[in-house]
């Protein structure tokens, strides 16, 4: 399995506030991945990462910021939490030099906001 | 800009029947293909892959899928259903060169004893 760890893997919080996921790789790979899964929508790409400090949209982004500070770990913040961002989120991992754009996953974290 | 289109978002077949999930495509280049498997509160696993060399391409746990570029599709078979095979499943596509892979809506399959 791909070293890929996510934290917290359950949260509970309230509508308006600040929520950090975290993503952390020992695999060195080049690009990581945040993605929300909802009911009927599959996964939706929030944001992703191509390097340390290059990040880029997905198509959910709004909401959501993410940062990469070190080659490991990309972080997923929603800076005011709403109803709406109850979802799983993975965060995905490819490796360097692929052309296939191939992705590994982590096990998720359920993400409730009351 | 690329899409998937997976067909039937519920599929039940009886343990021992033949699988087949279906999966569309829709890419201006020629597209790299996935299907990955998501068992319950996991996160998602590659099941197999097409990226040309081959247009069937043979997966994990006795899966395949043939690439057939003249009807945009990808369907994933299996010849005999176990129950150990539940699970949610996806197809995803990339044209290689955004960096980035667009998931189907996915398809839960059931099996019945």
């Known amino acids: 399995d791909a070293g890929i760890t996510q934290s917290p893997r359950h949260k509970v919080t309230e509508t308006g506030t600040p929520v950090t996921l975290r993503c952390h790789q020992t695999e060195n790979h080049r690009y990581m991945y945040w993605y929300r899964q909802d009911p009927g929508h599959g996964l939706r790409l929030i944001h992703y990462s191509y390097g340390v400090k290059d990040t880029d949209k997905g198509e959910v982004s709004d909401g959501y910021s993410v940062s990469r500070s070190k080659t490991e770990d990309f972080l997923l913040t929603l800076e005011s939490a709403t109803s709406s961002q109850t979802s799983v989120y993975f965060c995905?991992?490819?490796?360097?030099?692929?052309?296939?754009?191939?992705?590994?996953f982590g096990p998720g974290t359920r993400l409730t906001v009351l | 800009a690329q899409s998937v289109t997976q067909l039937g978002s519920h599929v039940s077949v009886s343990e021992g029947a033949l699988v087949l999930l279906r999966c569309n495509y829709s890419s201006s280049v020629p597209p790299y293909l996935f299907w990955y498997v998501q068992y319950p509160n996991q996160g998602l696993q590659l099941l197999l892959k097409?990226?040309?060399?081959?247009?069937l391409v043979k997966g994990i746990n006795g899966f395949e899928a043939e690439f057939k570029k003249s009807e945009t599709s990808f369907h994933l078979t299996k010849p005999s259903a176990h129950m150990s095979d539940a699970a949610e499943y996806f197809c995803?596509?990339?044209?290689?060169?955004?960096?980035?892979?667009?998931f189907g809506t996915g398809t839960r399959l059931t099996i019945i004893p």
């Open positions: 097409y990226t040309s060399a081959a247009t």
């Open positions: 995905a991992i490819s490796p360097t030099g692929t052309q296939y754009n191939e992705q590994f």
């Open positions: 995803a596509v990339s044209d290689g060169g955004n960096e980035k892979l667009t």
